[in-house]
């Protein structure tokens, strides 16, 4: 059994590999947004349980008339998967070259025809992923027909443990190797379970035979469950799921944005449920029925975030974590595979209709969170309500006339949990309580936005991370492009709102200006930051977009004379390198006029992450020139037209009255031109910052270099 436990921990840490991977893919092809991300991980989970279902089915009617060694057709199907891994990217890049010719569409309609080609794409693969654990079930049965009845828990243990893996490897792997060599590693070791099980399927005809005798006599204990299993199956999916997206929320604050952030909460949930997969395994070994007792701690624990995500509460942020929600994801753990075995009792085809179930709960729970409840009420409410199922089955003893059998500290458990939660409820609070009643908070489908502070002193948090605040470099911005424009300004667009202070100051130009932002609660705060920000909004020349930059410039014709982006803080969080990387840059320089400029502020980086983009940049521009910015970043600006040598005071004789104002409004120089000759004094030659780190790639869509940097902070002298 060792053998199929080898087979299902790669496949398992496959399964999560190809996940992120070709999340990140789909992001890049079709936009970095709630929905689609929300697209295609339903997609993923949708065709594991269409998998699972439908070889759980296949199995059941055609068990006796399967003329293929079971170990052999698992095996094709792991090569399968394999094959994936190499096909995906070119099927996601089929897909977005078919949305380029079908041209400018509705967002609507954007979504149906990206989301249709996602599901063409993944399903059929995912569908093969789902599929491995009803045919290892069936692979199992004649080999070792005594654990036949908990052969799911078997598999799915394996199968937990290389997901865990699968949640740092690749880390490590996408910053060596890039996207695309890290499925071709996922890739290799598909190929290699399926070279190792097409040995093993020689040796298991021989002990099929062997067995055959003993396993008429032994078969596996019938399946013991009802419909209420499969209940509480759908149930574990939706509640547990659904959290992971308030959980996001919650401990992003102390966390932050990082992908090795959104890692960690996913290896301590998957750590979690491998820990209370293997308690399982050995409590089943000499027991058959479960009291009250862990239903109950699994309604506590629910709760735990509460307390552990709670400003008030001080602990370290990595405690914070995994006291917040190992224990609950740990009765999870131990709880799921119970269900199915008791649903199951070995039958693949049994065992594939359960999967299934819990999967359905798997792909709805995050809508649910994301969508319906995390929009209208804050992360601690939604919490709540996605424990209450837990809470009403941990009060049964109370609730019931006739309480089921339980011993006395279940009961006591029961009686205890309600004054425990309310304990936990009252003692923490939401993160946005430590600002008081000064700070306005908006929520939506893709995030908590808060804006606080007064004064100089005002600033933006998206799921309580510090985004922006009031600062001329962002003034810099707008100015810099237009008073080096060789023509006068027809208009600009801005990606990235933020606070509105580029958005503010190149409408102080008079021209039309678009502003594209992907959280539409942002745009919202405008007025907080700046008193003139509603009649900005009201003004025919200001239009405002709530979309994916990216994605916006893939779909509009219109071109501009400046283009300016400040991506979200900090340089590494996830997802940035979309509006860093040399793909970005060819769709960008097209919605460029001719002779228009781009300015991009990279604020403070590494030598590694500044000569990724400016490579990026050379690569993608014939002239690029880039100033040091207050010892906080680089301000770049790109065009396919030279950029003339301009004076401070050319510069500032260039700027409308206004815009001159606007410049100075926050210092720290007097005059325009005292500005200008600053940042001019500052020029960094592009070639000085390639040089400073001349093997770094250019940064890429395949390579973010910006975001994967663990290993070469470890190992950095």
């Given at each position: ?63 006796e008339k399967i003329g293929v060694p079971t ?240 400003p008030n509460v001080g602990h370290r942020d ?400």
């Amino acid at each position: 059994m060792r053998w199929f436990f080898t087979f299902f921990f790669i496949s398992g840490f496959c399964s999560v590999l190809y996940e992120l991977v070709w999340l990140r893919l789909s992001m890049a092809q079709f936009g970095v947004t709630t929905a689609m991300v929300s697209i295609v991980l339903s997609v993923f989970m949708a065709g594991l349980g269409l998998g699972s279902w439908a070889s759980g089915a296949w199995i059941g009617r055609r068990r006796e008339k399967i003329g293929v060694p079971t170990l052999r057709l698992y095996a094709v199907i792991e090569l399968l998967i394999g094959v994936s891994g190499i096909l995906v990217p070119y099927e996601l890049r089929l897909g977005h070259g078919i949305l380029e010719r079908l041209g400018s569409t509705s967002s609507a309609e954007y979504y149906v025809v990206s989301g249709t080609w996602v599901a063409l794409t993944l399903i059929p693969w995912c569908a093969l992923m789902g599929a491995t654990i009803p045919v290892g079930m069936l692979a199992l049965e004649p080999m070792f027909p005594k654990e036949s009845s908990r052969s799911f828990s078997y598999l799915y243990t394996a199968n937990v443990a290389g997901a865990v893996a699968g949640t740092a490897l690749p880390l490590f792997l996408i910053e060596l190797l890039g996207f695309h060599g890290t499925l071709k590693i996922g890739a290799a070791f598909n190929i290699s379970i399926t070279l190792l099980a097409l040995i093993m399927s020689k040796t298991a005809l021989r002990s099929e035979v062997a067995v055959a005798s003993e396993a008429v006599s032994e078969h596996a204990p019938s399946a013991t469950g009802n419909g209420s299993l499969l209940v509480l199956l759908f149930a574990t999916g939706l509640t547990s799921m659904g959290m992971e997206v308030v959980w996001v929320r919650q401990f992003t604050p102390y966390l932050g944005t990082v992908v090795y952030a959104f890692a960690a909460i996913l290896a301590v949930y998957l750590t979690g449920t491998f820990v209370g997969s293997r308690i399982y395994r050995r409590w089943s070994l000499r027991h058959t029925k479960e009291t009250t007792l862990p239903w109950t701690l699994l309604a506590l624990s629910a709760l735990f975030p509460l307390l552990a995500a709670s400003p008030n509460v001080g602990h370290r942020d990595s405690l914070r974590l995994v006291l917040g929600i190992a224990p609950f994801t740990g009765l999870l753990g131990f709880l799921t595979p119970m269900l199915v075995d008791r649903w199951a009792g070995g039958n693949p085809a049994k065992a594939g209709s359960a999967y299934a179930a819990n999967v359905l709960g798997c792909i709805l729970g995050p809508l649910l969170a994301g969508f319906v409840l995390l929009p209208w009420m804050s992360e601690r409410w939604a919490l709540v309500l996605l424990s209450l199922p837990w809470l009403v089955l941990g009060l049964r003893p109370v609730l019931q006339s006739v309480p089921p059998p339980s011993g006395f500290v279940a009961r006591a458990a029961s009686y205890l949990l309600l004054p425990l939660a309310l304990g936990l409820f009252l003692a923490s609070k939401s993160y946005e309580k430590q600002y008081g009643k000064s700070g306005l908070v908006l929520r939506d489908s893709t995030a908590t936005v808060i804006a606080t502070g007064t004064g100089t002193q005002r600033k933006l948090l998206v799921n309580g991370y510090g985004m922006t605040v009031l600062t001329p470099i962002t003034k810099m911005m707008a100015h810099l492009p237009l008073a080096f424009l060789g023509h006068p300004p027809e208009d600009a667009l801005v990606i990235c709102f933020g606070m509105g202070t580029t958005f503010r100051s190149l409408h102080s130009w008079g021209i039309p200006v678009t502003a594209v932002e992907l959280v539409p609660s942002v745009p919202r705060l405008f007025a907080y930051f700046h008193s003139d920000g509603p009649a900005i909004l009201r003004s025919p020349l200001s239009h405002v977009v709530v979309d994916d930059g990216r994605r916006y410039l893939e779909r509009t014709s219109q071109q501009y004379d400046v283009i300016t982006i400040d991506p979200p803080p900090p340089v590494e969080a996830a997802g940035s390198s979309l509006l860093y990387s040399e793909n970005f840059y060819s769709v960008l320089r097209q919605r460029l006029r001719p002779g228009g400029i781009l300015q991009q502020w990279l604020p403070l980086a590494d030598a590694q992450d500044l000569a990724a983009v400016a490579l990026a940049l050379r690569r993608s521009f014939p002239y690029v020139r880039g100033f040091a910015v207050e010892e906080n970043g680089v301000h770049f600006i790109a065009s396919n037209r030279p950029l003339p040598n301009r004076t401070a005071n050319d510069l500032a004789q260039r700027l409308p009255p206004a815009a001159a104002a606007d410049l100075v409004e926050w210092g720290p120089e007097p005059s325009a031109e005292g500005r200008f000759a600053h940042l001019l004094h500052n020029e960094l030659p592009i070639d000085q910052l390639i040089s400073a780190s001349p093997a770094t790639p250019a940064l890429s869509d395949d390579r973010p270099i910006n975001e994967y940097y663990l290993l070469r902070d470890e190992l950095r002298p």
